[in-house]
Structures are given as structure tokens and as C-alpha cells.
């Protein structure tokens, strides 16, 4: 028995070209005189009566056409009216036995020549509309005519109109300039935004008529990312023109931006506004306001300067072409609510962990991954990835380092705030409670769950307590433990023993599934129903932790001014905190503490931040980092009875790791800026491997790279290695081992 077909949404962007062929097509085709060209040359080749303009007894008709029309653009549909005049009928009659009794009628005319001349865009009769678009001259009209019925008679059903635009006659005529070409533009912009709405690919077709307008058709085809087919003059190529990715001039548009928006509230006048611009601008009751084309590129401006670029990265990102629809839409939620994800970073100090850290991580995930996917569909050997375990891998790119906002966790039936130390070296088990704690304000994950709306049919839902909780089982939880692990100190291994912290523990507050009684192990995560076993849970992580540690790159700290006002602020913060530290000590040593002395305290905390920045190198051992090795500052604290001075001492010690987190990170900053870019390769090898090679363009002396290599390939742990290379991935690190130097 055949397996049911998929249903739409569950089918990625490469099965849908294979299941559909190619979608419906509208091809919008400008019409000039080629047909009567080729006519008259055959006919004075038999001596034959030529057709030329003084003979179209009809003009009298077109002209009376051309006052008639009372939009910028309209439907003809009367050609047949044009027939009781004799010269067309007889035109129209010889045209089109023209075209009929030629073997190769397609090369008769342009037009016919651009539509059927190219193997990727022919039209079908079944599915595709053809626009004809002549200028309004006499010659014009009778070769769209005579087009439009022989592609009727040639095809069937094939669905064919001629539209008028106000204005495009004749080219010496002022009309043309100023009334025809800027409607043309208007015309072309609403046809696309319609039809596109309609489901059908546009295809341009500037071959014929006046060359003045191939421009237009071109500006237009930019914006909106069509394709151009043309065919050059005798040349039998038919070519499609090459999509630039050029686009909106933004420093231009906001600049004139006050000009646009007093213009259409009647503030200012047309004349204000750069030349360039009023022809965007059309009159309607008296008022002014923007033709459909400003209006698509008021849009375009919007989403260049309303998008971080992040999201403009991540909402095209190619990865999202291996996404069914339904996943697809799913992650294009969470790009739109990206940048919010680390609104309030309690970490504000670090390298960049938000917007640049993440932009970053995607365009490294890309070329990590794509080569990835392309060697094994070329091998035959089928996906790397299932579709859902892309999307937890995308997601979890998003979403690993949201744990940096909260400041404190709940314990025991009350808050504890969190020092910075701790915000940084338990980031990723607060990332996952926040996703979890999705019914606790004070974990800022409501509003995440508010407009992802990953489960969105509210008729099943009267609880919207129970709609987020599904949300969390079916979809977030896999993503937020993928997250959780991307930490080396997260063990993958299946049955290792659970990580604890003083605020939580992995076998009671994790994911996996209760042992009741039996021995611990890491399983029964699932999404969407689906199982997600430990293997592929353990590649997923393996793939984010190699990603992640990649980003060491200067463009994560952004220029040397950047870097030089943000360590100067820091500098200055730390002295602040330090001033702050000694105040407070002053204040606490007035209190009679039996069970503390602040010599003690200042003693615990240098141990306490010594072995943080001992678990912040790169190479430090994951085993001894489950729990903080010697660090008794919280039960030091927990010993003071009185509740305000107890305050006052997690102030004092707040103050003085404060000072000592922001000195820290100047090393992290300078470290940082010796990279330029990362270079990845990628080489199948005989035995099907993918081996995979990792260096960077780096500033600095080859010993010193040479370290850094050895920090990046401490990442590079023998959990991971096993992982990888049990999936086919192997990774090297240096430039020595690069076949084409990077």
C-alpha cells in the first residue's frame, strides 16, 4: 500500500518543487512591433504589400482609446470591435496566417519568442496567465491582438489579457515621459503584490516595445525578486536577466522621510521633496498620497530599518529551506520576537551575548551546516537532519543564552537574587528554568509564549495556563534542554550522574523521565510526539557547542571604538563598585557579628572569583564544575540571623564581586579582537566522512594562534568527537590542514 501524500504544511521547500514541478506563472510581457517586422521583411522578400503606419486606417480608434482610459491601467477586450475597420481586418487576418503557416512561429516575434524561447519558464495552458502590455499606438494594438489570439488558439485555455496603460503611446509624445512610464511603474508593482497574493511566480517579459521601458521592468523586477526573461535583438538566446540583489537607498528615504509623511498629511508640498521622489506621489480627492509603488518601497524601508539584523539574517536564513511550512512559520515567530529575547542581560559587561553574539552564530551555523547537508543528498545517503530536529537545533541557536536576564531564582518558597558569578556560570540552567517557569512572572517567559504562538487554536484552550504547558511538552522543552546542555559542564553521556547546583537539580527539575527508584538516567524527551532519543539529542548539542565556541570573532565587540568606550565604561563601573564594596565594609563593621568577620567574608569571595575565572578558561575540566568547588559564600551568609543585616552583607559582597566581574572581562575583550573571521572547510573523504577543517584570520604572532587553536579544540571534547564521528563529522582545527588556505 502507497504512503499517503504529505500533507502541504509537512513538506520542506525543496519536496514542494518536487511534488508540485513548478507553480502557476503570470508572465507580464510588454508588446512592441516585431510581429509586422518579420511580416514585411517575408513580404518583401515576395515583393509582397508591406504593412506600415500610414496605412492603419484604425489610428483614429487607438487615439480615441487613449481618452478613453480613466485609470492609470485597463482591461482591452475589443479587439474584435477593431475588425470592421478593413485595414485591420486585414492585417489582423495576414498576421496571424503569418504566424499560423510558420514552422518556427515562436521566432516571428519577440514576445512569442521570450515566452516559449526559455526551458525553465514556458507557459502552461492549464495554470498560467499571460498580460499583454502594447503601447497605444495603432501597430501596437494590432500585434497584441493578433498575440493574444494565437496563443488562445495555440493553447486552449490558456488565460490571456491586454491591458492599456494611460499615457504609453507614442515615444516622442510629452505624455509618455511623464504620464505613461510612471503609470507603467504603478501598474507593474500592483500586478506583482495581486498575483503574488494569488499565488503565482511573475515572470517579466521586457522584450518588446520601446527600450525605454526595460528600466522600469528591471526596477521593478529588482524590488520584488522576479525574474527577467529577454531576448536580445537577432539572438536566438532567450536570457534571463540577472537578479542584482540591489534595493531601496534607506540613507536617502529617511532622509526625505519628513518630506514623505508632510506631503500625505498635507504639511508640506510636492515641491519640498527631492525630484527623485514625487513621482511615488499620485493625487486622489484633492489629496496627496503614495502610488502603489512608494507604498511597496515605504514597506521595504520599514523592514530594513524596522529589523535588526538578526532577524533579516535569521527570517532568510537558507537553513529555513530544509523546514516544512508549519515548522517554518513556527521559527519565523521566534525570529520576530528575537531581539527581545535578552532585553535586561544582568550581564551587560560581557562580549556580546544578544544581537551580535547571535547573528554571528547564525551565519556560522550556515556554513557549518549547508555543506553538511549537500555532500550527503548528493551522496545518495538521505538527510542529515529530520526536519524537527533542524528546527530544535535552529531554535536552540535563539534561545541558549536567554538565561542571562534573570537576576534571581526561586528556592525553597522564596527568591534568591543571584550574583553575577552565578548569573554566568549557571546562565544555561536559568535559561531553561525560564522557559519552564512559564506561570512565574518573575521568569519573563509569559510574553515568549504570548507571541510565539506555537499553539494558536484558542477554541481548545480555556486555560491559558494549559495552552502554554502543552506549548512547553510538545515543542519548547526539547529546545530549552538542548540549550541547557550547550555547556561543557553538562555530561553527555545517557546514565552519568545529575548535575546539581544550590538552586536545582537535574534529577528533579530536568527533563527526563522519573526513574522511580531506578538508577538516573537521561531519557523520554520528546517533540511533537515524536521521540528524540539520546543519540540525536547528543548531536544536536554536539553540533550547537562547536557552533558557539566559533564565535571568538571581533565582530562580536564590534570596532576598536566600540571596544575602547565600552572598557573605558567598565573601568569606570568597576572603581564605582569598589568605592561602593569599601563603604559598605565600613557600615557592616559596625554591627557585632558573632559568626562573621568581613576579613573572612573578603577571604571567601577572592577564593570564590578566583575559581570562577579558573571555570570561565576555555580548557577547564567539565567534572569539577557540576557544583562550585569551595565556594561557601551563600551558607556564609545564611548563617547571620538578623534579616537586614543579612541584606547588607549580600550588598557588600554583591559590591566587591561586582568590581572584580567587571575587570575581568577586559582580557575576554582583547582576546576577542585578534579574530578576524573564522574559515571553515569541508571535505568528503573515501570512506564517506565529512571531514571538517576549522582556522581563523587571526591578528597576533602563530604561537599565539596556535593557543587559541588549542582553547577552540578543547571544545572539541572526546563526548563530542565520539558523537560527531559516529554521525559521519570529523573536525581538525589549523590552517595547515586546509586544502585551499581557507
Known amino acids: 500500500m502507497e504512503n499517503p501524500a504529505k ?8 519536496e514542494k518543487k518536487v511534488a508540485n514541478g513548478s507553480p502557476k506563472k503570470c508572465f507580464i510581457v510588454s508588446v512592441g512591433t516585431s510581429l509586422i517586422t518579420n511580416f514585411n521583411k517575408k ?14 486606417g484604425f489610428s483614429t480608434s487607438i487615439n480615441s482609446l487613449r481618452n478613453e482610459i480613466k485609470d492609470k491601467c485597463q482591461i482591452f477586450e475589443e479587439c474584435q470591435d ?11 487576418n495576414n498576421l496571424n496566417d503569418f504566424l499560423k503557416t510558420s514552422s518556427d512561429a515562436i521566432k516571428k516575434s519577440a514576445e512569442l519568442h521570450s515566452l516559449y524561447g526559455h526551458s525553465n519558464y514556458k507557459p502552461k495552458p492549464e495554470s498560467d496567465k499571460i498580460i499583454l502590455l502594447p503601447t497605444l499606438t495603432a501597430e501596437g494594438m494590432l500585434c497584441a491582438c493578433v498575440l493574444k489570439n494565437h496563443l488562445i488558439k495555440k493553447n486552449g485555455n490558456m488565460d490571456v489579457e491586454i491591458w492599456v496603460i494611460k499615457g504609453l503611446g507614442k515615444a516622442e509624445d510629452p505624455n509618455f515621459q511623464q504620464e505613461g512610464l510612471p503609470n507603467l511603474l504603478n501598474c507593474l508593482n500592483e500586478w506583482i503584490q495581486t498575483f503574488k497574493k494569488e499565488s503565482y511566480q511573475i515572470i517579466l517579459v521586457p522584450t518588446g516595445g520601446y527600450k525605454a521601458i526595460i528600466p522600469y521592468f528591471v526596477l521593478v523586477g529588482i524590488l520584488h525578486k522576479v525574474p527577467l526573461l529577454y531576448v536580445y535583438e537577432d539572438s536566438d538566446l532567450v536570457l534571463e536577466l540577472p537578479r542584482i540583489p540591489l534595493g531601496l537607498d534607506a540613507e536617502k528615504w529617511m532622509r526625505e522621510k519628513v518630506y514623505i509623511d508632510g506631503i500625505i498629511s498635507g504639511g508640506s508640498r510636492l515641491s519640498d521633496i527631492d525630484e527623485d521622489f514625487r513621482p511615488l506621489f499620485v493625487k486622489e480627492n484633492d489629496k496627496w498620497k503614495l502610488s502603489p509603488l512608494g507604498v511597496a518601497l515605504e514597506d521595504a524601508f520599514r523592514r530594513v530599518t524596522g529589523y535588526t539584523t538578526l532577524q533579516m539574517l535569521t527570517g532568510k536564513t537558507h537553513l529555513l529551506e530544509y523546514l516544512n511550512d508549519d515548522l517554518r512559520q513556527k521559527f519565523q515567530k521566534l525570529v520576530e520576537i528575537g531581539p527581545l529575547l535578552w532585553k535586561g542581560d544582568r550581564l551587560p559587561e560581557m562580549v556580546d551575548h544578544s544581537l551580535k553574539h ?3 552564530l547564525f551565519l556560522l551555523a550556515e556554513g557549518f551546516l549547508l555543506p553538511i547537508f549537500k555532500l550527503k543528498e548528493n551522496s545518495g545517503n538521505g538527510s542529515f537532519f529530520e526536519g524537527h530536529e533542524l528546527f530544535i537545533l535552529l531554535c536552540a541557536l535563539y534561545l541558549h543564552d536567554c538565561g542571562h536576564v534573570l537576576g534571581r531564582v526561586k528556592h525553597n518558597n522564596t527568591y534568591i537574587r543571584l550574583f553575577p558569578t552565578e548569573i554566568r556560570d549557571y546562565h ?35 486555560d491559558v495556563w494549559k495552552k502554554y504547558q502543552d506549548v512547553w511538552e510538545k515543542y519548547l522543552k526539547a529546545i530549552a534542554t538542548v540549550g541547557l546542555f550547550h555547556r561543557k559542564r553538562m555530561p553527555l553521556e545517557e546514565n552519568s550522574e545529575p548535575v546539581k547546583c544550590f538552586f536545582w537539580e537535574e534529577d528533579k527539575d530536568g527533563p527526563w523521565n522519573k526513574q522511580n527508584g531506578a538508577s538516573f538516567k537521561r531519557s523520554g524527551l520528546k517533540f511533537n510526539g515524536q521521540d528524540l532519543g539520546f543519540e540525536r539529542f547528543a548531536l544536536l548539542v554536539s553540533l ?21 568606550f565600552h572598557l573605558a565604561q567598565l573601568e569606570c563601573e568597576r572603581k564605582e563598585e569598589e568605592e561602593r564594596a569599601e563603604h559598605l565594609g565600613k557600615a557592616l563593621s559596625k554591627f557585632n557579628f558573632e559568626d562573621l568577620c568581613i576579613n573572612q567574608m573578603d577571604a571567601v569571595i577572592a577564593r570564590e572569583t578566583d575559581a570562577y575565572a579558573k571555570r570561565e578558561g576555555k580548557n577547564e575540566n567539565p567534572a569539577s564544575s557540576g557544583g562550585t568547588p569551595e565556594t561557601n559564600l551563600r551558607d556564609l551568609i ?41 574559515l571553515i572547510e569541508h571535505k568528503k573523504e573515501e570512506n564517506g566522512t565529512i571531514l571538517i577543517t576549522l582556522d581563523f584570520e587571526f591578528k ?6 596556535e593557543k587559541k587553536l588549542k582553547e577552540l579544540e578543547g571544545e572539541y571534547s572526546q563526548a563530542v568527537k565520539g558523537i560527531l564521528e559516529a554521525n559521519g563529522i570529523k573536525i581538525q582545527y589549523g590552517e595547515k590542514n586546509m586544502q585551499g588556505g581557507g
Open 82 to 92: 477593431l475588425t470592421g475597420n478593413s485595414s485591420f481586418k486585414d492585417f489582423n
Open 358 to 360: 547571535h547573528y554571528d
Open 544 to 564: 550547537l557547542r562547536i557552533i558557539d565556541s566559533l564565535d571568538n570573532q571581533q565582530t562580536r565587540i564590534g570596532s576598536k571604538m566600540e571596544k575602547d
Open 700 to 705: 597576533g604572532n602563530n604561537s599565539e594562534k
Open 7 to 14: 500533507n502541504e504544511l509537512c513538506l520542506t521547500v525543496k
Open 638 to 678: 545564611g548563617q547571620i540571623r538578623e534579616k537586614e543585616a543579612k541584606y547588607l552583607v549580600e550588598e557588600y559582597a554583591n559590591a566587591k564581586i561586582r568590581a572584580f566581574f567587571k575587570g575581568h572581562q577586559k582580557e575576554h575583550f582583547e582576546q576577542q579582537s585578534k579574530i578576524d573571521k573564522v
Open 428 to 462: 544555561h540552567i536559568l535559561g531553561y528554568e525560564r522557559l519552564r517557569n512559564f506561570n512565574d512572572p518573575n521568569y519573563l517567559s509569559q510574553e515568549i509564549y504570548q507571541e510565539l504562538k506555537w499553539e494558536n487554536d484558542s477554541s481548545n484552550y480555556k
Open 43 to 56: 513580404e518583401k522578400d515576395k515583393n509582397g504589400k508591406n504593412i506600415n503606419s500610414d496605412e492603419l
